[in-house]
C-alpha cells in the first residue's frame, strides 16, 4: 500500500506539472500572437487558452503495479471485461 501511495503521489505531481507547463504554454502562445498583432482588433483575435490543460492524474501504472505485488504476494486478481 505504500509503494502504490508513492506512486499516486508522483502521478499527481506529474499531472500537476503537466497542466503547468500547458498553462505556460498557453501564455506564451497568446503572448506571441499579441506581439505580432497588428491593430487592436487583432488582439481580440489572440485566444488566451488556445489548449484545454488536463489535470487528472493517470493511476493505471499505480494500480497494475500494485496489482502485480498483490499476485506476487499470494493474492489473486481477478480480471473483468465489460462487453
Same mark, same amino acid.
Given at each position: 500500500?505504500?509503494?502504490?501511495?508513492?506512486?499516486?503521489?508522483?502521478?499527481?505531481?506529474?499531472?500537476?506539472?503537466?497542466? *503547468?507547463?500547458?498553462?505556460? +504554454?498557453?501564455?506564451? /502562445? $497568446?503572448?506571441? !500572437?499579441?506581439?505580432?498583432?497588428?491593430?487592436?482588433?487583432? @488582439?481580440?483575435?489572440?485566444?488566451?487558452?488556445?489548449?484545454?490543460?488536463?489535470? *487528472?492524474?493517470?493511476?493505471? +501504472?499505480?494500480?497494475? /503495479? $500494485?496489482?502485480? !505485488?498483490?499476485?506476487?504476494?499470494?493474492?489473486?486478481?481477478? @480480471?473483468?471485461?465489460?462487453?
Amino acid at each position: 500500500m505504500t509503494t502504490k501511495q508513492v506512486c499516486y503521489n508522483a502521478m499527481g505531481q506529474q499531472a500537476q506539472n503537466n497542466a *503547468n507547463a500547458c498553462h505556460q +504554454q498557453n501564455n506564451f /502562445s $497568446y503572448q506571441a !500572437c499579441v506581439n505580432r498583432a497588428q491593430s487592436h482588433d487583432d @488582439v481580440k483575435k489572440c485566444n488566451p487558452n488556445p489548449q484545454y490543460c488536463p489535470t *487528472n492524474p493517470n493511476y493505471w +501504472q499505480c494500480d497494475e /503495479s $500494485y496489482r502485480q !505485488c498483490f499476485a506476487t504476494c499470494g493474492g489473486t486478481v481477478n @480480471v473483468y471485461k465489460n462487453e
